[in-house]
């Protein structure tokens, strides 16, 4: 096997010491960890200076590059003024900015902003939030939530409640409140002679009926608006969100949209609610909000609910805290990228970059061994067939022999499954992108050829 990462004594100190999240440690005894030195745009480089394109953003969250010099910058100039005060009882100006900012992006509809440091807590706050705000409106037994069907919120307890995925909740089920879970609107669920349309309108008819029976006991109904990220890369319609909406509307239940993922551009909108032409009640945000520089996530919520714990009463109060909340370096890293967004024009020109992630990714269109392929912005998803041919390859090691596959091709692609997808930062030139897609296929050709990296 290729050695990534020729500095085997950090990657010995890394396996005694640290303990690394979603991993099953002793599988680095297959597959070495990769120490990084170092980032430049798009680019990762390892100790032994080996190169890999980030085709994955870092697990979704670097949107404009690896050391990018205005975010750089942003902070440098923030550090040194305030590098964090607490916010329970102050305030500072990136915080006051932000909020301000971000509640403009929704045209007002959510404009106070409860901050945290990664996305599980900003769903944890949106969940809190509905179930004391219907306790408070003398609604008390609505308490339950609505999740999706192989929909993923987060990995602490609250979000885990929501997440249906089993390799996450199967140790920890009984700690759970027990949700409601509703069909995906996934659309390659489609039965073969049924359309689009169709399958959408029974996905929401699924959620109709559980709300006709039940809306009286629940709270919330979470999704991942447009794609379902964790989920393999799902994707559904927007018209499933608009009829959602509608649904919560007439029987008062929240929604709840958990754009950690999607939201910040990922869909080709700002959020992708915007493609629905709708406004949650709740609307998460993490990821690339900073840039990917430092760990931040923020719950958006409507007047209605603010107002609900506006009293004089700290008792009354939305009782909910964390010790780096609204940290003012990565407030000013949200800004900073904010700002790249409105200066450099990037919704805009992440158009014509989607459509060269598409032609770059062509090959993956007619190849018989691939299925579903799909796109969503600046997501791009296909799915690897699981037939008797490649019985063999496609087993629980195909991701990461796939990932490994792509290390020696000089590509960081993380498979969910056999879901390969891309999720590449807002910088990549069109020779890069074709430079991406050419690695990704040389990864897929060798592992369904191998079945094991070398």
Known sequence: ??????????????????WHPCTQMKQHELFPLVAITHGKGPWLFTANDHAILDAISSWWTNLFGHANPKINQA??????????????????????????????????NLGHAFYASDGASAVEIALKMSHHFWRKTGQ???????????????????????????????????????????????????????????????????????????HEHIAAFIVEP?????????????????????????????????????????????????????????????????????????????????????HADLREGFLHSH??????????????????????????????????????????????????FRQQGMILAFDVKNTAQHSAAITPHFAPQLFQHGLEAGVLVRPIGNTVYVMPPYILSAEETQL???RIRTAVDKTLATGRPR
């Open 1 to 18: 096997m290729t050695n990534i990462s020729s500095n085997a004594a950090w990657v010995k100190r890394s396996l005694a010491a640290v």
């Open 436 to 438: 991406m897609s050419s």
């Open 226 to 310: 447009l794609v379902q990220c964790a989920g393999q890369m799902a994707m559904h319609s927007p018209s499933y969100l608009q009829q959602i909406r509608q649904l919560c509307d007439r029987y008062s239940i929240h929604l709840i949209a958990d754009e950690i993922a999607v939201g910040c551009g990922r869909t080709g909108l700002f959020f992708a609610c915007e493609h629905a032409g709708i406004w949650p009640d709740f609307l998460t945000l993490s990821k690339g909000i900073s840039g990917g520089y430092l760990p931040l996530s923020i719950s958006l919520t409507t007047d209605s609910i603010y107002y609900a714990f506006y």
């Open 140 to 214: 008390a037994k609505k308490n339950q939530f609505v999740c999706l069907a192989n929909g993923y919120h987060g990995e602490t307890l609250g979000a885990l409640a929501v997440t249906d995925v089993a390799i996450f909740r199967q140790a920890y089920g009984d700690l759970l409140q027990t949700v409601h879970t509703v069909m995906s609107p996934d659309l390659r669920q489609a039965l073969p002679d049924e359309t689009a349309a169709e399958f959408t309108q029974r996905a929401v008819a699924d959620v109709a009926q559980l709300f006709a029976r039940e």
């Open 323 to 372: 010790s780096y909340t609204g940290n003012p370096l990565a407030c000013a890293a949200a800004l900073a990228s904010l700002a790249i967004f409105s200066s450099e024009q990037v919704l805009e020109k992440n158009l014509g970059r989607a459509q060269e992630l598409n032609q770059a990714f062509a090959w993956a269109k007619t190849d018989e061994r691939i299925e579903h």
């Open 75 to 108: 902070i440098h100039a923030q550090l040194e003024k305030i590098e964090h005060v607490m916010l329970a009882g102050f305030t500072h100006p990136p915080v006051v900015e932000l909020s301000e900012k971000l509640s403009a992006l929704t045209q007002g």
